[in-house]
């Protein structure tokens, strides 16, 4: 049983950052390829950003390019994801996401109901 589960997330003001954090028991860490997914009520989920098993490859959504960093520490089983120059547009829930399928989620493509889902972490940036 593969178990993910997110920390880190909270209220900050515009121009400020948070650091979010994924945790993943269960399987392997270093086999899957993650990724951070978020999604605003109403809309769709966006994937933000997506590492390698191995750290070498990462994507980025345009709109956190620049603002936003993903790293893993597989010896700790535990992803990250730095964000810094928050935006109120930032504002949703963010999902972690741990997925066999490293090529679609390594090209922006939003994890399916197969991969592995944490619960959500909120982040909310006032203006």
């Known amino acids: 049983q593969v178990q993910v589960a997110e920390s880190g997330g909270g209220l900050v003001q515009a121009g400020g950052s948070l650091r979010l954090s994924c945790a993943v028991s269960?399987?392997?860490?270093?086999?899957?390829?993650m990724g951070w997914v978020r999604q605003v009520p109403g809309n769709g989920r966006e994937l933000v950003a997506a590492?390698?098993?191995?750290?070498?490859?990462?994507y980025y959504a345009n709109s956190v390019k620049g603002r936003f960093t993903i790293s893993r520490d597989n010896a700790k089983d535990t992803m990250y994801l730095q964000m810094n120059n928050l935006k109120p547009e930032d504002t949703a829930v963010y999902y972690c996401?741990?997925?066999?399928?490293?090529?679609?989620?390594?090209?922006?493509?939003?994890?399916?109901?197969?991969?592995?889902w944490g619960q959500g972490t909120q982040v909310t940036v006032s203006s």
């Open positions: 996401a741990a997925d066999w399928d490293t090529s679609r989620i390594l090209v922006g493509t939003v994890p399916s109901a197969e991969a592995y």
């Open positions: 269960g399987r392997t860490f270093s086999r899957f390829a």
């Open positions: 590492i390698s098993g191995n750290g070498g490859i990462t």
